[in-house]
C-alpha cells in the first residue's frame, strides 16, 4: 500500500538532510548528533523512574527503570534500545519504554549496553544478557517477579533481545517467557530483496546499515555468527514465545520475517505482524502515528497475557 500520510509528512521533515558520507564519518559527532536528532516527547506518568547500575559482561551499565503502578511484585521486561549497534542511548528510548510499562502492567528496565566501536561484538550481547541475569538474581530488592520474565527491543535491540533468550536456551536460564521484537536485525549480510526495494529514502538505509556493521564487528567473519546474525542459527528451537513486528517500507522486513517463519519452523509460538505503509524506526513515533499506536498496543497486550 502507499505510505501512511502521517509517516510521509515525517519523511518531508527529513528529506532536505543529506546522506552522510560514511567512509568519512566521525562516530563521536554521528552519534551526538543521531541521538538528538528527534526532540523529546512527553511519555506517560508512572509511578516511578530511576536510573540505577546492573551489572554487565566487563563491569556496572547504566539501566532505567520505569514502574507504573506503585506496587511490588509486578513482572518485568528487560529493554534494548535500537540504533545499529552504534547509537541510541536511554533518552532516546523513554518514551517507548513508558508506553511499554503503562501498557503491560510491568516494570520496565532498559539497559545502555555498551556501542560500537568503543566495545564491538559481541561486547553488546553479553553485556545484555549479563544485565538481565543480574535484574533476576536482584529482583527481590528492586521489587519484581524474577520469574514473569520478558525481553523487548527494537531494530539492533531486537536483535540483541533474540541474543539473550539464545544465551539464556543454552546457559539453562533465566527462564523467559516471551519476546517482543519490532523490526529487529536478523542477518548482517544485508542481501534480502527489501534491502533492494528500500535501499534509500526510508529513514534506514542500505548504506547505512553496511555502516553500523562495518562499526559493530571485529571482522567480516563474524556476521556469519549466529550471536550476530541470528537468522543463519542452525536451529531456532527452545526460543520463547515471540511477537514480531516489521514494516512494509524497510530494508529490515525480508529479514524479520523470515527470522518469524524459521521460529514458526522450530515449533516455537509466534505471531508476526507486518505494518502497512510504515517505515523502519515507526513504533518510536506511536504518540503522532496512529498505525504505530495501533501495533504498539497489540504488542503490548501479548506481553501482558504472557506475563500474566
Known sequence: ??????????????????????????????????????PPIPGAAMAEVCDLRVGGAAGELDARLYRPLDQDNLPLLVFFHGGGFVIGTLDTHDNLCRTLARETG???????????????????????????CWLVEHASRLGVDGSRLALAGDSAGGNLAIAVSRLAAQRQGPQIRHQCLFYPVTNGRCDSPSYQSY????????????????????????????LASPLLAVSLAGLPATTLVTAEY?????????????????????????????????????????RAATALAGAAADLRRALA
Open 106 to 132: 510491568a516494570v520496565v528496565v532498559s539497559v545502555a549496553y555498551r556501542l560500537a566501536p568503543q566495545a564491538c561484538f559481541p561486547a553488546a550481547p553479553l553485556d545484555c544478557y549479563a544485565a538481565t
Open 1 to 38: 500500500m502507499p505510505l501512511d500520510k502521517q509517516i510521509a509528512a515525517v519523511l518531508q521533515q527529513f528529506s532536505a538532510q543529506p546522506e552522510p558520507d560514511y567512509d568519512q564519518l566521525d562516530v563521536l559527532q554521528y552519534r551526538q548528533y543521531a541521538d538528538n536528532l528527534m
Open 199 to 226: 535501499a534509500e529514502g526510508y529513514l534506514l538505509s542500505r548504506a547505512m546499515m553496511a555502516w553500523f556493521w562495518k562499526t559493530y564487528l571485529q571482522s567480516p567473519a563474524q556476521v556469519d555468527d549466529p
Open 250 to 290: 524497510d530494508p529490515l522486513r525480508d529479514e524479520g520475517e523470515a527470522f518469524a517463519e524459521r521460529l514458526r519452523a522450530a515449533g516455537v509460538a509466534t505471531r508476526i505482524e507486518r505494518c502497512e505503509g510504515m517505515v523502519h524506526g515507526f513504533i518510536s513515533m506511536a504518540p503522532f502515528v496512529e
